[in-house]
Every structure is written in structure tokens, then in C-alpha cells.
Nanobody, 124 residues
Framework: QVQLVESGGGSVQAGDSLRLSCAAS???????MAWFRQAPGKEREGVAG???????MYADSVKGRFTISRDNAKQTLYLQMNSLKDEDTAMYYC???????????????????WGQGTQVTVSS
């Protein structure tokens, strides 16, 4: 079990940038990790994921705008979000699964550890 605490959300204008952080209670190198988001009335969807071998995966809607990374020394996962759009407005959640997630990085199924979420609101 690992505790995950997200931070960095806020209210911004369209076109702005934000960086989300997810602090973990265990070394992040042990886990495949991902960012999910959920907008009101919608399903939770995978946005970006990173496996233990460094492989990353992104939802089509954020490719070229979002970058996922991890700092093993700080036990922290990041999501750099650039060129934000109204449709990026959602609660963003950090998730972790011990070991490898294979090709299921953006699916909810592998993840057994979740943070409480941080709200991102984008207005135009």
C-alpha cells in the first residue's frame, strides 16, 4: 500500500500551464503510475501513464500538451500540462500499481492505490 497526495491544481485561463505533483509514501520506482481525470458527469479516464521501464503513454486528447515524469529521489510523480483547454477541466487523480502495468497504463484496472485528487479548472 502506498499513500499518494496530489497538489498543484488551480484555476487558470485557456492557454496557460500547470504542473501537478503526486507525492508518494514509497519509492515511485516500485510502481507503474498514472494520472487520471474525471469531469462532472463523465467517467474517470486515463490521461498519462508511465511504466517502471520509463515507457509512457498518453491519451490522444493530451498528446503534445501534457508530459508525465517521475523524480525517484523525491518520490514524486509530475504532470506538466501546457496549452490548457476548457475541456481539461476536471479533478485529477494520481494512481499507482506495484510492478509493471504492461500495456494497460491508461486503464483503471491495474491501479490499486489512488490519491484524493486535485481540481483543475480552465476558463476561456
Amino acid at each position: 500500500q502506498v499513500q499518494l497526495v496530489e497538489s498543484g491544481g488551480g484555476s487558470v485561463q485557456a492557454g496557460d500551464s500547470l504542473r501537478l505533483s503526486c507525492a508518494a509514501s514509497n519509492p515511485v520506482s516500485w510502481y507503474c503510475m498514472a494520472w487520471f481525470r474525471q469531469a462532472p458527469g463523465k467517467e474517470r479516464e486515463g490521461v498519462a501513464g508511465t511504466n517502471r521501464d520509463g515507457r509512457t503513454m498518453y491519451a490522444d486528447s493530451v498528446k503534445g500538451r501534457f508530459t508525465i515524469s517521475r523524480d525517484n529521489a523525491k518520490q514524486t510523480l509530475y504532470l506538466q500540462m501546457n496549452s490548457l483547454k476548457d475541456e481539461d477541466t476536471a479533478m485529477y487523480y494520481c494512481a499507482a500499481a506495484f510492478g509493471s502495468c504492461g500495456w494497460s497504463l491508461l486503464e483503471r484496472k491495474p491501479y490499486t492505490n489512488w490519491g484524493q485528487g486535485t481540481q483543475v479548472t480552465v476558463s476561456s
